[in-house]
C-alpha cells in the first residue's frame, strides 16, 4: 500500500506564479516530512523538511505547510522559476526508523517562461 | 566537495547473470543507504548501513540482493540471477550520522540496471 501519496503526476505553471505541489500520507507514525527534487539522469537533492511539531517551514521561495489533523501536505514555490522544472518528492519517516524514507511517485513540475 | 558517486551509471545485462553496483559515499558520511526506483514509482529503501554492518536489510526484495559495505565507506550492491524485474535505477545516498532526527541524506545519480 502506498503511504505516501502525491495524485498529481504533473503540474504546469507560468513563470513567476505559485506553484502548490500536494502529498497525502496514511501512517500516523511519521514524524518528519521532506521534499525533494530530482532532474533527469540525476539523483534526488534535497529541498526542505518539516517536523511534526510544526505547521510551516520556509526557506527562500519555498514553504512546507503541515496539516496533520488531514494527513496532508504542500510545497509552495513563489515565484516559480524556469529552473524549477523538475520532478518534486515528497518523502516520510517515522522516529523509530528516522533513516528510512518513505517516498511518493513524484509530482512533474513544468514553470513555462 | 564530491557528492556521492555510482558506476556504472548504466549496466545492461542478460536475464540470469550477476551484478554489482558500486556507491562511493561523501567523505566522512558513516551512514549509507540503497534504495530503488522503479518506472513511474518514487525510490523505495532497501538496506542501511551505519559503518560497516547493515543496520537494517528489511527492504532487500528476496536473497538475490546482497550488499557490503567492508570499510565503512565504499558499498556493493550485488544482484545474482538476475530478473527482467530488477530493471531499475539504484540509488545510493549517504549522511553523516544516520541516526540524528535532521540528519539529511545525500543522494547519488544513480545507477540504470537493464535486465534484457
Known amino acids: 500500500d502506498q503511504q505516501v501519496k502525491q495524485n498529481s503526476p504533473s503540474l504546469s505553471v507560468q513563470e513567476g506564479r505559485i506553484s502548490i505541489l500536494n502529498c497525502d500520507y496514511t501512517n500516523s507514525m511519521f514524524d518528519y516530512f521532506l521534499w525533494y527534487k530530482k532532474y533527469p539522469a540525476e539523483g534526488p537533492t534535497f529541498l526542505i523538511s518539516i517536523s511534526s511539531i510544526k505547521d510551516k517551514n520556509e526557506d527562500g521561495r519555498f514553504t512546507v505547510f503541515l496539516n496533520k489533523s488531514a494527513k496532508h501536505l504542500s510545497l509552495h514555490i513563489v515565484p516559480s522559476q524556469p529552473g524549477d522544472s523538475a520532478v518534486y518528492f515528497c518523502a516520510a519517516r517515522t522516529g523509530g526508523s528516522n533513516y528510512k524514507l518513505t517516498f511518493g511517485k513524484g509530482t512533474l513540475l513544468t514553470v513555462n517562461p | 566537495g564530491a557528492g556521492v558517486s555510482q558506476t556504472p551509471s548504466n549496466k545492461v545485462t542478460e536475464k540470469g547473470k550477476y551484478v554489482e553496483l558500486r556507491c562511493d559515499p561523501i567523505?566522512?558520511?558513516?551512514?549509507l543507504y540503497w534504495y530503488r526506483q522503479s518506472l513511474g514509482q518514487g525510490p523505495e529503501f532497501l538496506i542501511y548501513f551505519q559503518g560497516t554492518g547493515a543496520a537494517d536489510d528489511s527492504g532487500l526484495p528476496n536473497d538475490r540482493f546482497f550488499a557490503v559495505r567492508p570499510e565503512g565507506s565504499v558499498s556493493t550492491l550485488k544482484i545474482q540471477r538476475t530478473e527482467r524485474g530488477d530493471s531499475a535505477v539504484y540509488l545510493c545516498?549517504?549522511?553523516?550520522?544516520?541516526?540524528?532526527?535532521?540528519?539529511?541524506?545525500?543522494f547519488g545519480p544513480g545507477t540504470r540496471l537493464t535486465v534484457l
Open positions: 567523505s566522512g558520511h558513516t551512514a
Open positions: 545516498a549517504s549522511s553523516s550520522q544516520g541516526v540524528a532526527y535532521t540528519d539529511t541524506q545525500y
